[in-house]
């Protein structure tokens, strides 16, 4: 999916490819992240100088949102819902079961598999839920989730 | 050919929909079956995804849910331990009274003529003939109210964005879904993406505003990808563009991704993302409607608002207007989440009572003990106790009892909730997700949280529980959106309703 290998000259691409449109600065970083897996620290002058904002304006901007990393991920992403829903369905019980069976600690930024905390993924209806790089999963429980770690060390 | 109808809706697929699909295909391939496979969305019975519906004289026959071990027999013969016979004749679809899911899930959702067959467009082509200020009038005499919490009444915001003159007027829809329980927007947009672009499209005709934008959340990718694709084919046919259906009026359409916040979900949060800025309230006025996107003239509504519309110019107002009950008109599609044992949409005329939904529709805790709190209206919702659950679901309705009715979504709680670490989620949500605009907002649900610490360990209890109400009327009062100031609803109901959950453990009057 991604690799992460910054490159100065697909960025720029990237960036011109929509510079021009309005309202660009979200789509852009989009773009970045979904090409190299994070905002590199190299991008923001470039994103900056396109756009024409300031680079602590552009830096604002990439802190205020969750989805923008600034460092790359190591390994898979497993988001899990912590919302309202899902807690009602036992998913504190999964985190726990996470770090205790699994050693992965929620939003801790480190281990094989990163687990991140998110609220809501819209799957409430059957509930808990969570999304491995991009796949959506419901309905969890203990054992789904042993079987979908089990795949990842595969 | 034998049809069978496979949603790929991303909650079905989050249950193996895409597993189930291959293996009809494989099983099919055995068996030297001649078989089309069509994805559909969902029907929003999500307690029966991955549902399988084979077409058999005329009728789709269901079948769930299914695991990709079912295919076979299924495929083979008729009967089958989860057969579920004529879907539309099951008691929870046939008790329900779509206007806006009517096509979703039963429909291809990126076939324009599917979308035609089934009634599609007909809203749209009467707007055209009628005009702008016939429109507004239609939207403004059938009582609908938006649909994203607030509900004030869509009429009178398209009425001001049309009475203005503009070089350029924008329509927004807010499709950020941050709630917790609430599904319909996402479901919406993958299953029957074309009603909401017909909306949207209304919307541009009656104030004459040209382009829209959609803001999807990026915990959306599913629906993202279909809106997408949807807008892609409209104007290959000429439903946006230039000269929309050879109206000689013009609209386009642009979908966009959040990036996770959720107060991006609050109109003017989601203003600032849409230009490029981080997701600040703004103060108001000016109204959107005056001065929104980009400084222009903007009507902002949710995808539930824009996809009422159709429907209600193809049947007129006053058929719009006989749903309903008090002052909430029409249609609202309520989502049964959390520990529920039939979750899903139920689409229903506004008036039902909580109870009839988690209890009727819901059929109770998923867990089967019993239900002990319903938290209605997403994360600034009140939670419901049992002797509240006959409150009638409507905006007026929810407001007597210091609730609301939010986005519809309604979240169901066995007996093994604990209403004081739900009070301290609220608070900690809150402060998660503040854009650090007003202070009792940013740092009063941090207090709030080690507020509902203290009281949970039994420190000084009753001067925190009053610290704890007074930082809720401060919250009340002084934030400047909904999310500082209706945070103290989820906390206020458990405190009132649920008020043992916070001395569970012995009080420690003298440790300090
Ligand atoms: C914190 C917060 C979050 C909100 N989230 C949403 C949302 O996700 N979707 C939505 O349609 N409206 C949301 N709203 C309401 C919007 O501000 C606004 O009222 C709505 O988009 C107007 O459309 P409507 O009139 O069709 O409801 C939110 C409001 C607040 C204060
Ligand atoms: S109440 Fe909270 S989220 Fe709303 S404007 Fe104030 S600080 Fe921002
Ligand atoms: S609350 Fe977890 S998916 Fe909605």
Known sequence: MVDSGWSEAEAKALIDARRHEKGAMLPILHDLMHRFGYIDEAAIPLIASALNVSKAETVGVISFYHDFRRTPAEGPVLKICRAESCQAAGCEDLVDHLERRHGLVADSHHGRVQVETVYCLGHCAASPAAMLDGEPMARLTRESLDACLAEIAR | MTRIFIPCDSTALALGADKVARAFEAAAKRAGAAIEIVRTGSRGAYWLEPLVEIERDGARLGYGPLTPADAEAVLASGAHPKALGDVEAIDWFKQQQRLIFARCGIIDPLSLDDYVAHGGGRGLKHAI???????????????????????????????????????????????????????????????????????????????????????????????????????????KAGWLGPDVLGSGKAFELEARLGAGAYICGEETSLLESLEGKRGLVRAKPPLPAISGLFGKPSVINNVLSFASTPWILEHGAAAYAAYGVGRSLGSQPFQLAGNIKRGGLVELAFGPTIRRLVEDFGGGARSGRPLRAVQVGGPLGAYFPDHLLDTVLGYEEMAAVKGMLGHGGIVVFDDTVDLAAQARFAMKFCAVESCGKCTPCRIGSTRGVETVDKIVAGERREANVALLRDLCETMLDGSLCALGGLTPYPVLSALDHFPEDFSRRPARQAAE
Request: hydrophobic share 40%.
């Open chain 2, 129 to 235: 003939e009628i005009g702008g200020a016939a429109t507004v009038k239609i939207v403004l005499d059938s009582g609908l109210r938006g649909r994203g919490g607030a509900g004030f009444p869509t009429g009178i915001k398209w009425r001001t964005v049309a009475g203005i003159e503009a070089d350029q007027k924008y329509v927004v829809c807010n499709a950020d879904e941050g709630d917790s329980g609430t599904f319909a927007d996402r479901m919406l947009m993958e299953g029957d993406p074309f009603v909401l672009l017909e909306g949207m499209t209304i919307a541009g005709i009656a104030t004459g505003a040209t382009q829209g934008y959609v803001y999807i959340r990026s915990e959306y990718p599913h629906a993202f990808a279909t809106f997408q694709a949807a807008i892609g084919t409209a104007r």
